[in-house]
């Protein structure tokens, strides 16, 4: 996105027919048919007014509007040549963030683990979705072979009903295995 001033901002957009109904031909025409030319004479520098003006929109595009926020909040951090966590506050200098397995067999999945924490890796995000006892098996196989002092994550790709959850995760929780995060458990409705 760029604008009348010559300031770029780069949004990225992951749109998966699968997993948010989207496509990236879509996406690329809703934002450059749609929301392009909405912004046009409008001040970039809000963009909370810009996105509450958008979402109502996009309500079945969220590849699209996730572009566009981070087109917008980069605008705004080079306009204020700040960096974006400056912008928002935030006070560390760096975080953590993890490396991602794909859905893979339970012994594909703890090999990749141990690679991963052996070339430094401290959090690791597990994907799964597909068969609730497999995604047990295979966190509980992952957490066994790289301790408790790696941080496991864990995506379910939506794949999951409310009822899968309280089940996979009943078993986790008896089993004493701690997620530090748990994210697209089932689709939103």
């Known amino acids: 996105m ?11 957009a992951a749109p998966d027919l699968a997993v948010t109904g989207e ?25 909370l007014m810009l996105m509450e003006r958008t979402r109502p929109h996009l309500k079945t595009q969220p590849s699209a509007l996730a572009m566009v926020d981070m087109a917008l909040f980069d605008i705004l951090g ?16 760096r ?10 067999p339970v012994q594909a999945t703890v090999a990749k683990a141990l690679e991963f924490t052996g070339r430094g890796f401290r959090a690791l995000k597990i994907k799964g979705g597909t068969v609730v006892d497999d995604d047990v098996e295979r966190l509980i196989k992952v957490r066994q072979a790289v301790g408790k002092k790696i941080g496991l994550r864990f995506d379910a790709n939506q794949g999951y009903s409310e009822a899968d959850t309280l089940s996979a995760f009943g078993v986790l929780f008896a089993a004493h295995w701690t ?5 697209e458990r089932w689709p939103s409705v």
């Open 78 to 93: 080079k306009a204020a040549s700040l960096l974006l966590y400056q912008i928002l506050g935030g006070f560390r200098n």
């Open 2 to 12: 760029e604008t009348s001033t010559g300031i770029i901002g780069y949004g990225c």
């Open 23 to 47: 496509t990236t031909e879509r996406t690329l025409e809703v934002v450059n048919r749609s929301i392009m030319p909405a912004f046009i004479g409008r001040d970039p520098l809000r963009p």
């Open 179 to 183: 997620v530090g995060t748990l994210s």
């Open 95 to 104: 975080i953590r963030t993890s490396i991602t397995i794909g859905i893979l």
